[in-house]
């Protein structure tokens, strides 16, 4: 069984710009969450989302945004990037959202985006 | 609100003695408790989950994790430490009131030497 797979790994970015992540979570997961990795701020969840809804947002400013299609894969944005964006980027997928949260979530390599 | 603390950033073990991390969290509800470890470069990998009953998880690569519900703590033990062992751990805590966000500790760099 395939994981969960994130593109790119890598992204170098301006500041400014804006960005595109990837997620394409295991089969048959309809789960998908992100979190972003830092060295000062550890691993703080960004969003979920759960049959193409969004179910649950983390505090993090509206430049950050996601979406899934009807194929669970799931993209997450941001826009006007800044140098404190530049992170480890970690998508996790799981069978269920809400219900069962006994589920453990499985990640993503992550995509690791640097800002310059 | 929820909350995992892992007060150690650190572990130092020599290799063939045992290891343990430590957690504690703070929820409202039932706590559903997780323990991942990440290799440098690389995502969070799944060791064991707490969900009910026993108090004692078993999980992979030989971990372990007591559930201690008076002291509200998860730590993670391993028996004998292998250099491989050496990463990333982190304690995550999921509750049905935050639905299915886990929110993990700051994380422990475990290093174990030859």
């Known amino acids: 069984k395939a994981g969960v797979t994130q593109t790119p790994r890598y992204l170098i970015k301006t500041r400014g710009q804006q960005v595109t992540l990837s997620c394409s979570p295991i089969?048959?997961?309809?789960?998908v969450s992100w979190y972003q990795q830092t060295p000062g701020q550890g691993l703080q969840f960004l969003f979920e989302y759960f049959s193409e809804t969004q179910r649950n947002k983390g505090n993090f400013p509206g430049r950050f945004s996601g979406r899934q299609f009807s194929n669970s894969r799931s993209e997450m944005n941001v826009s006007t990037l800044e140098l404190g964006d530049s992170a480890l980027y970690l998508c996790?997928?799981?069978?269920?959202?809400?219900?069962?949260?006994?589920?453990?979530?499985?990640f993503g390599q992550g995509t690791r985006l640097t800002v310059v | 609100a929820q909350s995992v603390a892992q007060p150690e950033d650190q572990v130092n073990v020599a290799e063939g003695n045992p290891l343990t991390v430590k957690c504690t969290y703070s929820?409202?509800?039932?706590?559903?408790l997780f323990w991942y470890v990440q290799y440098p470069n690389r995502g969070l990998q799944f060791l064991l989950k707490y969900i009910t009953g026993d108090n004692l998880v078993k999980g992979s690569y030989g971990f372990e994790a007591e559930f201690n519900k008076s002291q509200t703590s998860f730590h993670l033990k391993k028996p004998s430490a292998l250099v491989s062992d050496s990463a990333l751990y982190f304690c995550a805590v999921r509750d049905r009131a935050a639905g299915n966000k886990l929110t993990f500790g700051g994380g422990t760099r475990v290093l174990v030497k030859p």
């Open positions: 929820v409202s509800g039932n706590p559903y």
């Open positions: 089969s048959g997961h309809r789960s």
């Open positions: 996790a997928s799981s069978l269920e959202a809400g219900v069962n949260l006994n589920t453990e979530a499985f």
